[in-house]
């Protein structure tokens, strides 16, 4: 991932997380990355509740979504297997899950794509595009833990949302800029959400 992505897949799934996907879009968005937009159903569902987003369709609640991030993106639906991310002629430089469910990540592992967000993922691997998840789950079940490890051999990189303390929060904002920043920095992005550790003191 040496050269820093000037386009981006962004998907967005029926896992906790909302907070997450925001700030990340926010924040592509004020890199000037080129976005492409995917939220499955289950992800606009969380998408609403977490973030207190309104509108009674999908093309309200995304917009509502991207309002709140600042951003512009080319959205397409899930079940839109037609759409230039399906196609690795026209794939964008990267991919990144945010959050991504188990059942997601299970889905990429063996190959079984039945929406846009796994069939993205499965056009990353096979043409050697960065793929980043973001799996948000707790407790994880031997399947979990196998299937993440199927998708990391095959060429992903699996950044669990696991913020850090020794940054000293004091919000919970703090913590979702933690996570983002580490997902920016697996992309190859310059991050300054947190400052990195530095060791102690000489």
């Given at each position: 991932?040496?050269?820093?992505?000037?386009?981006?897949?962004?998907?967005i799934t029926g896992a906790s997380?909302?907070?997450?996907?925001?700030?990340?879009?926010?924040?592509?968005?004020?890199?000037?990355?080129?976005?492409?937009l995917c939220i499955s159903d289950a992800g606009l569902s969380v998408l609403r509740h977490e973030?207190?987003?309104?509108?009674?369709?999908r093309e309200r609640l995304t917009a509502a979504f991207l309002a709140r991030a600042g951003a512009a993106a080319e959205v397409y639906a899930p079940d839109d297997?037609?759409?230039?991310p399906a196609s690795g002629s026209s794939f964008p430089d990267a991919a990144v899950i945010c959050p991504c469910s188990l059942a997601t990540a299970a889905t990429i592992a063996v190959g079984a794509g039945r929406n846009l967000i796994h069939?993205?993922?499965?056009?990353?691997?096979?043409?050697g595009r960065p793929l980043v998840l973001v799996p948000r789950e707790m407790p994880l079940s031997q399947i979990h833990l196998r299937r993440l490890l199927e998708v990391s051999r095959a060429g992903a990189v699996i950044v669990p949302p696991m913020p850090a303390f020794y940054t000293h929060p004091q919000s919970v904002a703090d913590l979702?800029?933690?996570?983002?920043?580490?997902?920016?920095?697996?992309?190859?992005?310059?991050?300054d959400l947190f400052e990195p550790y530095r060791g102690k003191p000489a």
């Amino acid at each position: 991932m040496a050269k820093t992505p000037q386009s981006m897949f962004v998907g967005i799934t029926g896992a906790s997380g909302a907070p997450y996907a925001v700030r990340l879009v926010e924040q592509l968005a004020g890199a000037g990355v080129r976005l492409t937009l995917c939220i499955s159903d289950a992800g606009l569902s969380v998408l609403r509740h977490e973030l207190d987003l309104e509108g009674a369709t999908r093309e309200r609640l995304t917009a509502a979504f991207l309002a709140r991030a600042g951003a512009a993106a080319e959205v397409y639906a899930p079940d839109d297997m037609e759409s230039p991310p399906a196609s690795g002629s026209s794939f964008p430089d990267a991919a990144v899950i945010c959050p991504c469910s188990l059942a997601t990540a299970a889905t990429i592992a063996v190959g079984a794509g039945r929406n846009l967000i796994h069939r993205a993922a499965d056009v990353a691997l096979k043409e050697g595009r960065p793929l980043v998840l973001v799996p948000r789950e707790m407790p994880l079940s031997q399947i979990h833990l196998r299937r993440l490890l199927e998708v990391s051999r095959a060429g992903a990189v699996i950044v669990p949302p696991m913020p850090a303390f020794y940054t000293h929060p004091q919000s919970v904002a703090d913590l979702v800029d933690y996570v983002v920043g580490k997902v920016l920095a697996v992309l190859g992005f310059p991050q300054d959400l947190f400052e990195p550790y530095r060791g102690k003191p000489a």
